[in-house]
Nanobody, 122 residues
Framework: QVQLVESGGGLVQAGGSLRLSCVAS????????MAWFRQAPGKEREFVSG????????NYADSVKGRFTISRDNAENTVYLQMNSLKPEDTAVYYC???????????????WGQGTQVTVSS
């Protein structure tokens, strides 16, 4: 059974930073892509960033390019999302997800975490 456990969310002022972490278990971590999605109140869940199994490729939503950085540590089965220059519009529940590399191109992930709340105050 694949499990994804996120942490690192919280309340931060605009312009601040947070780092989200997601620890995975249940299958060979390095064989699968990892991604972060988010869902703001009243909005659909959206792709934020993804990274392939061996970190060969990563991509970002236009709204976070230049501010967010995704990385992974395959020895620790962990994926990170470093979020800098946060804006109030980044407020959302952030979800970790995993699947084949095609999730970076829009396919749905196989598994999801439970989500962690990020709130950015103005």
């Amino acid at each position: 059974q694949v499990q994804l456990v996120e942490s690192g969310g919280g309340l931060v002022q605009a312009g601040g930073s947070l780092r989200l972490s997601c620890v995975a278990s249940g299958r060979t971590f390095s064989s699968y892509a990892m991604a972060w999605f988010r869902q703001a109140p009243g909005k659909e869940r959206e792709f934020v960033s993804g990274i392939t199994g061996l970190s060969e490729y990563s991509n970002y939503a236009d709204s976070v390019k230049g501010r967010f950085t995704i990385s992974r540590d395959n020895a620790e089965n962990t994926v990170y999302l470093q979020m800098n220059s946060l804006k109030p519009e980044d407020t959302a529940v952030y979800y970790c997800a995993t699947g084949w590399a095609s999730i970076l191109a829009g396919d749905l992930p196989d598994y999801w975490g439970q989500g962690t709340q990020v709130t950015v105050s103005s």
